[in-house]
């Protein structure tokens, strides 16, 4: 299985909330550290904050902090957030895909298997498991 870009964006910004968790961190800062798009973390935090992961402040000293104790938090609920408009695979989609073998096909229901067992182990994990808190070395260009 395959995470977008998305969802490993919103997993390193709650690893990093979780490593300081009385910190309130800048997207502008977090963008700089990972090396990715503020814009695109923007989304990836109004998508985190309309979960309940993370609460967002407005203005000066403003940022992103974690809602929840990272012991509170399991990965697979993450995870299941921030992929619920991605179907791994054409069959899996709401509107159900346009697969010409799904009446025939013997490999869903061993893909659907396949993505429970994924999740289950992720909700095994809590965020403060994963946490980080040290300071990041910068990027070699």
Not at 27 to 37: D, K, L
Not at 63 to 68: D, F, H, S, T, W
């Amino acid at each position: 299985m395959r995470l977008t870009a998305f969802t490993d964006f919103g997993l390193r910004l709650l690893m990093r909330l979780a490593g300081r968790p009385d910190t309130v961190l800048s997207t502008e800062t977090v963008a700089r550290e990972f090396a990715i798009s503020r814009h695109h973390l923007q989304k990836v935090v109004q998508n985190l904050a309309a979960a309940g992961f993370v609460r967002t402040r407005r203005g000066a000293g403003g940022g992103v902090e974690l809602a929840r104790p990272a012991g509170e938090i399991r990965l697979g609920e993450v995870v299941r957030a921030l992929e619920q408009e991605q179907a791994m695979v054409e069959c899996f989609r709401a509107d159900g895909g346009e697969c010409r073998l799904t009446p025939f096909c013997r490999l869903r229901g061993e893909l659907a298997r396949a993505e429970a067992a994924f999740l289950a182990s992720l909700d095994r994990t809590t965020l403060a498991e994963c946490a980080y808190g040290g300071e990041l070395a910068p990027l070699a260009r």
